[in-house]
């Protein structure tokens, strides 16, 4: 039965004669489900080194900007998704949101099958990838109403750890699937490589030949499945604290489409504010720091004027902005997975762009556009950062379990202030050099030790949420704060972007790590100061 009339996880009778069995059930369709949603969502950052690789005819930093198209609109999708398990149910939300990838998956594929494809077409694709991003959301929420407060650490870990694991399995399976005709003949004609690239085993000469139209296509082959199981497997809980009015699944649908268009139609009014004339904006250059705040509010806004049942219950979950925690938390949890997001989305084309290219003088002025034969290959390296921040997450959320999330989380911000510091020192000696392989070793490492401490954090930040807030306000809090913090994915690539073009990129690190500095102090001030609301929760 895909509805469940009675849920009550705290009570321990419940929970093991029929709850456990239940909640592990709709965790283990939710993580691959989610997973898909990383890959499609983040997948721009190997599909733009390789588009360097075959001579696409773009800039970088046009390049850069798909990443921050898909971070901005993935980020902003969370704002709805936050609230569709009340509104729409766990069951058809994940299976509609899920089905909802093979849209973008199809797109990429087809549209990455010849070079003249025109860059509009590749920013709508990257919009529409956004979908992925969206999804964690709506995810998270689903999973924390189906185990009881002292598993949610351990299961909303496990749910996000491993379903960031998409990061980590795109930028693996990628580059392999690229490397060969998986599809024969309904998978196009191959490219030539005109410079190195690379997979998980090596790297691959120039002359080569490549199916980067692999990277769209090959989603196709686990979302058809898993839209299948989700729907046959998974369970909508109608009781009151969760879906108590969700109707019939083809209104839910309806309702996840129209809440989706309006995140949609913001992101690309911010887009356009923000970007230049020669990549389709306004060429106003409004500051991103302003277009996320114009996107995030006209969002809200419109959400909360939808008439009818559906404005009422927002009306309702609405009510979590009313407490400071909700902001305190958005906050921590951008510092954690927002670098952990960003990060990830932008760490491919970084190496390649940094160590990519000799940085020497010519005329006098420093050039970054010499192709460096003994650089290392991006694609080789890229995934070991998110493999790791990924695999970590739940060991973070069962420490948190264990010895309280604020502590964990306040030894995570100290390490990423410090690796922060430690990356741009060698960032900035890497792209002041005819030789930056040298500078690629500590540089790599201490961007590793960067996404580990993410990955803790992430975990541990969970755990202060389930905690701090009471239950009907803790799903959408978890959705509220991932969209927040998703903005990572839109912020970091493109503060990245900016800082190569004015060929200053160890500034990005430094604001991070600024950025953690205030984290550290605002996670004391309310959850490690002994006499504050919530000592250590």
Not at 46 to 71: D, R, W
Not at 372 to 397: E, K, Q, T, Y
Not at 453 to 479: D, Y
Not at 501 to 522: D, H, N, R, S
Request: aromatic share 14%.
């Amino acid at each position: 039965m895909a509805d469940l009339e009675r849920w009550d996880v705290e009570d321990s009778d419940f929970w093991e004669r029929e709850g456990k069995f239940i909640a592990n059930r709709n965790l283990w369709i939710s993580i691959p489900s989610l997973l898909c949603g990383f890959a499609v969502w983040l997948y721009w950052g190997v599909i733009t080194v390789q588009m360097l690789n075959l001579g696409f005819p773009f800039e970088k930093s046009e390049l850069f900007t798909l990443m921050s198209i898909a971070g901005l609109t993935g980020a902003t999708l969370r704002i709805p998704s936050s609230f569709f398990i009340r509104l729409c149910g766990g069951r058809n939300t994940i299976v509609f949101t899920t089905a909802l990838l093979m849209i973008p998956a199809l797109g990429t594929g087809i549209a990455l099958q010849d070079k003249n494809t025109p860059f509009w077409v590749f920013q709508v694709l990257a919009l529409l990838s956004g979908l992925g991003g969206g999804n964690f959301a709506s995810s998270m929420s689903n999973i924390s109403f189906f185990f009881p407060k002292k598993m949610q650490g351990l299961a909303l870990g496990l749910n996000a750890g491993l379903g960031n694991f998409g990061v980590t399995t795109m930028q693996i399976l990628v580059p392999l699937a690229m490397t060969f005709g998986l599809f024969g003949a309904l998978g196009g004609d191959p490219m030539i490589l005109q410079n190195t690239s690379g997979t998980l085993i090596g790297k691959i000469p120039a002359g080569t030949e490549t199916w980067i139209q692999n990277a769209g296509f090959i989603w196709l082959v686990f979302l058809i499945p898993l839209v299948i199981f989700g729907w046959f497997g998974m369970h909508n809980i109608r009781t009151d604290e969760v879906s108590p009015d969700i109707g019939h699944p083809l209104k839910a649908f309806a309702i996840i489409t129209g809440m989706l268009l309006i995140s949609f139609m913001t992101s690309i009014f911010g887009l356009w504010l923000m970007l230049p004339a020669e990549v389709n904006g306004s060429g106003f250059g409004v500051p991103k720091e302003i277009v996320l705040f114009i996107v995030i509010a006209l969002t809200v806004s419109l959400l909360k004027i939808i008439p009818g049942p559906i404005g009422q219950s927002l009306e309702r979950q609405y009510r979590i902005f009313d407490n400071k925690h909700t902001w305190v938390m958005s906050i921590i949890y951008t510092m954690t997975f927002g670098s952990f997001i960003g990060y990830a989305a932008a760490f491919p084309l970084a190496i390649k762009v940094i160590f990519g290219y000799q940085h020497v003088m010519v005329d006098g002025v420093m050039t970054h556009d010499t192709i460096n034969l003994d650089g290392p290959s991006a694609l080789m390296f890229a995934w070991m950062g998110p493999f790791i921040g990924a695999l970590i997450r739940p060991v973070g959320g069962w420490i948190a379990d264990k010895f309280g999330g604020a502590w964990v989380t306040h030894v995570c911000a100290a390490v990423m202030v410090l690796s922060a510091g430690g990356v741009a020192y060698y960032m900035k000696a890497a792209y002041n050099s005819a030789t930056p392989q040298e500078y690629f070793m500590p540089f790599f490492l201490l961007f590793l030790l960067l996404f580990m401490a993410t990955g803790i954090g992430n975990g541990s930040t969970f755990r202060t949420i389930a905690m701090v807030f009471p239950k009907e306000q803790a799903g959408p809090v978890l959705g509220w704060t991932s969209a927040v913090a998703a903005y990572g994915a839109f912020y970091i690539p493109k503060v990245f972007g900016e800082q190569i073009k004015a060929t200053t990129p160890e500034l990005a690190l430094y604001g991070f790590a600024a950025f953690y500095l205030v984290c550290i102090m605002i996670n004391w001030w309310f959850y490690l100061r002994k006499d504050g609301e919530f000592y250590n929760p």
